[in-house]
């Protein structure tokens, strides 16, 4: 088991390197089951949105979690829609990555393009990892 723990030259070397720009460590996936961070943004927390129908979600561009405030109440709605987003979770795997200063990605995203707060959507990641080549070029 020790061995599998251990790196090799080559593989300390590429995650230093990568440590040293701030980029995503080769390697350094989450443990699987790890539950992901909690949404970062004002969505559901200090903010809300409503929609014509009275339907409150934590952000416009989220389907779900939705309370009406019709026939709950703002108040209930408001109540129920923190309670249901302090529940969500975003991909493990971002909590780990070593761009996620860098990431744009949010809940919203992750469950438009994938059905699910804690599925990243690849091209996100590919984006990034993209914009982060060209800044360390440019800079070069």
């Not at 923190?82 to 990431?103: D, L, N, Q």
Request: net charge neutral.
């Amino acid at each position: 088991m020790w061995d599998r723990l251990r790196l090799s030259p080559e593989q300390f070397k590429m995650r230093a390197e990568a440590m040293a720009r701030g980029a995503e460590i080769p390697g350094g996936e989450a443990c699987e089951g790890t539950p992901g961070e909690k949404i970062s943004c004002r969505a559901g927390r200090s903010s809300f949105w409503i929609n014509w129908r009275g339907d409150m979600t934590p952000c416009g561009m989220m389907n779900s979690p939705v309370f009406s405030v019709r026939e709950l109440g703002f108040d209930e709605a408001w109540k129920r829609t923190k309670e249901a987003t302090a529940e969500i979770r975003m991909p493990s795997e971002c909590a780990s990555c070593g761009m996620k200063h860098v990431c744009r990605v949010c809940a919203a995203m992750c469950v438009t393009e994938t059905g699910r707060f804690d599925r990243r959507p690849e091209y996100i990641c590919e984006m990034t990892r993209e914009t982060v080549r060209l800044t360390i070029q440019e800079k070069d």
